[in-house]
């Protein structure tokens, strides 16, 4: 039976059509409470960012999001010293090296790396009051699989669609700048597991671009790789 005079989490959201399949992914995630109560996730990352010539340069640290502020803090200490980086939902970023050097292309791209992180992690959440708003529903099939397509506008990220598989309803890809082959854009692959507090979480966050004849290439962008996640 129906909870008369309960109301509905979700109805404040704007999700309209597509309600059912992104409540399904976060009540499968682990529930909209348990994501709004959330404050910090704390993990140990090992990222991988591409130059355009797809030279890999790795680089770990910790980490700290801040999922209610839209904050994300990185930190490592290395032989030359200490860096500091914090990157906000807005975009703006901070970098403070106690002595450590980065060449600056490479600190570039790591500040883009984090912004990047900081909206995947929030996932379907991202349309739960985080700025975004689902603004249709379609079932496509990408790579032989059945999902759920939600275009999304708002936020400074330049995602243009979400993908959840058919069956879990689990967040599979996010695309950027363009939602089709052969556009210039991106595309956003997770790996999950089950984290502390009963939180489904992504170990890998894994960022191409868009390909010339599929919608995932294998141009790789971004690998975010997460150990010994605390909530």
Same mark, same amino acid.
């Given at each position: 039976?129906?909870?008369?005079?309960?109301?509905?989490?979700?109805?404040?959201?704007?999700?309209?059509?597509?309600?059912?399949?992104? *409540?399904?992914?976060?009540?499968?995630?682990?529930?909209?409470?348990?994501? #709004?109560?959330?404050?910090?996730?704390?993990?140990?990352?090992?990222?991988?960012?591409?130059?355009?010539?797809?030279?890999?340069?790795?680089?770990?640290?910790?980490?700290?999001? &801040?999922?209610?502020?839209?904050?994300?803090?990185?930190?490592?200490?290395? =032989?030359?010293?200490?860096?500091?980086?914090?990157?906000?939902?807005?975009?703006?970023?901070?970098?403070?090296?106690?002595?450590?050097? %980065?060449?600056?292309?490479? @600190?570039?791209?790591?500040?883009?790396?984090?912004?990047?992180?900081?909206?995947?992690?929030?996932? =379907? %959440?991202?349309?739960?009051?985080?700025?975004?708003?689902?603004?249709?529903?379609?079932?496509?099939?990408?790579?032989?699989?059945?999902?759920?397509?939600? =275009?999304?506008?708002?936020?400074? *990220?330049?995602?243009?669609?979400?993908?959840? &598989?058919?069956?879990?309803?689990?967040?599979?890809?996010?695309?950027?700048?363009?939602? @089709?082959?052969?556009? &210039?854009?991106?595309?956003? #692959?997770?790996?999950?597991? %089950?984290?502390?507090?009963?939180?489904?979480?992504?170990?890998?966050?894994?960022?191409? @671009?868009?390909?010339?004849?599929?919608?995932?290439? &294998?141009?790789?962008?971004?690998?975010?790789?997460?150990?010994?996640?605390?909530?």
């Amino acid at each position: 039976l129906g909870c008369v005079g309960c109301r509905d989490p979700y109805a404040g959201f704007g999700l309209g059509p597509a309600q059912g399949v992104v *409540s399904g992914c976060v009540d499968r995630m682990g529930g909209l409470r348990r994501w #709004q109560a959330a404050g910090t996730i704390r993990a140990f990352a090992v990222v991988t960012v591409y130059d355009d010539s797809g030279a890999a340069t790795v680089n770990k640290h910790d980490q700290v999001i &801040d999922l209610r502020r839209g904050r994300i803090t990185a930190s490592a200490t290395v =032989p030359e010293g200490r860096w500091r980086a914090v990157v906000n939902a807005a975009g703006d970023a901070k970098f403070r090296a106690g002595g450590a050097v %980065m060449a600056e292309g490479l @600190k570039d791209r790591l500040l883009a790396a984090l912004g990047t992180t900081l909206h995947r992690v929030r996932g =379907p %959440m991202n349309l739960c009051g985080y700025g975004q708003s689902a603004t249709g529903l379609d079932r496509v099939r990408v790579d032989g699989r059945e999902m759920f397509r939600v =275009p999304a506008t708002g936020g400074a *990220s330049g995602i243009v669609a979400y993908y959840f &598989d058919a069956q879990t309803f689990l967040l599979t890809c996010v695309t950027t700048g363009s939602d @089709k082959a052969g556009g &210039d854009g991106t595309v956003t #692959q997770y790996t999950y597991t %089950m984290g502390p507090e009963g939180m489904v979480f992504p170990t890998r966050i894994r960022v191409t @671009k868009i390909g010339e004849h599929t919608l995932i290439g &294998d141009r790789p962008v971004l690998s975010v790789d997460y150990q010994n996640v605390r909530f």
